[in-house]
């Protein structure tokens, strides 16, 4: 096992170190190819959640699978585990899209949550946020733990939203977009700061492209 093992772990090595070899230089700091790509699939991603096409969620799955493997090298791990929590969520949210259904037993539809559900879906946001800075200042070396936990829990909250077709995903989507532009900057990922900066007008244009698409009497129980 191990005469197999060690061949391919050396091939995924040399592979992972070639896709984070650099693709061009923006601002002092390289853009490697294992980003260029990443970035490209989460802007078509995005394009086909404004449109609510189901494409979004392979695209997804795949983006966010880049991104755990960029982050984590950059010891950002709460953003790293969430692309992995992501791509999981990706699999779910494929299969509501496709197979998934309201209380009511309506198949899923751009729909409202209603005052109580923000309510606590913004409570259990704050909620999360505290426990896991804590986690990361005191259980890994990530640099900015409660900053890189602030988008994670939130981008959790959008994501749920998002697979069950609620239109306030979007406005969870500019928040965490703003924070993360941020938090990328310092890390240097300026191609992923572009990115997060074109998130935040595509969010708000997904907003409003859902708002046309609710039905009368559509907010959720």
């Given at each position: 096992?191990?005469?197999?093992?060690?061949?391919?772990?050396?091939?995924?090595?040399?592979?992972?170190?070639?896709?984070?070899?650099?693709?061009?230089?923006?601002?002092?700091?390289?853009?490697?190819?294992?980003?260029?790509?990443?970035?490209?699939?989460?802007?078509?991603?995005?394009?086909?959640?404004?449109?609510?096409?189901?494409?979004?969620?392979?695209?997804?799955?795949?983006?966010?699978?880049?991104?755990?493997?960029?982050?984590?090298?950059?010891?950002?791990?709460?953003?790293?585990?969430?692309?992995l929590?992501?791509?999981?969520?990706?699999?779910?949210?494929?299969?509501?899209?496709?197979?998934?259904?309201?209380?009511?037993?309506?198949?899923?539809?751009?729909r409202?949550l209603?005052?109580?559900?923000?309510?606590?879906?913004?409570?259990?946001?704050?909620?999360?946020?505290?426990?896991?800075g804590?986690?990361?200042?005191?259980?890994?070396?990530?640099?900015?733990?409660?900053?890189?936990?602030?988008?994670?829990?939130?981008?959790?909250?959008?994501?749920?939203?998002?697979?069950?077709?609620?239109?306030?995903?979007?406005?969870?989507?500019?928040?965490?977009?703003?924070?993360?532009?941020?938090?990328?900057?310092?890390?240097?990922?300026?191609?992923?700061?572009?990115l997060?900066?074109?998130?935040?007008?595509?969010?708000?244009?997904?907003?409003?492209?859902?708002?046309?698409?609710?039905?009368?009497?559509?907010?959720?129980?």
């Amino acid at each position: 096992m191990d005469a197999l093992l060690g061949p391919l772990t050396a091939v995924l090595d040399q592979s992972l170190n070639r896709a984070l070899s650099p693709a061009f230089t923006a601002l002092g700091s390289p853009i490697s190819w294992l980003e260029l790509v990443a970035f490209v699939l989460a802007i078509w991603m995005v394009v086909c959640n404004m449109r609510v096409q189901v494409l979004a969620w392979p695209l997804a799955l795949t983006s966010s699978l880049l991104y755990f493997l960029l982050f984590w090298s950059g010891k950002l791990y709460g953003e790293a585990s969430l692309q992995l929590l992501f791509a999981a969520l990706a699999l779910w949210g494929w299969w509501q899209w496709l197979r998934g259904r309201t209380a009511e037993g309506d198949t899923l539809h751009v729909r409202t949550l209603g005052p109580k559900g923000r309510v606590t879906a913004l409570l259990v946001t704050l909620a999360a946020w505290p426990l896991l800075g804590l986690f990361l200042q005191h259980r890994t070396d990530s640099p900015l733990p409660y900053w890189d936990a602030l988008p994670t829990v939130a981008s959790i909250t959008g994501q749920w939203l998002l697979g069950r077709k609620y239109q306030e995903n979007w406005p969870v989507w500019v928040m965490v977009n703003l924070v993360s532009i941020g938090l990328f900057a310092l890390k240097g990922y300026w191609l992923t700061v572009v990115l997060y900066a074109v998130f935040v007008p595509m969010s708000v244009a997904g907003w409003r492209a859902w708002q046309r698409q609710l039905r009368p009497a559509t907010v959720a129980a």
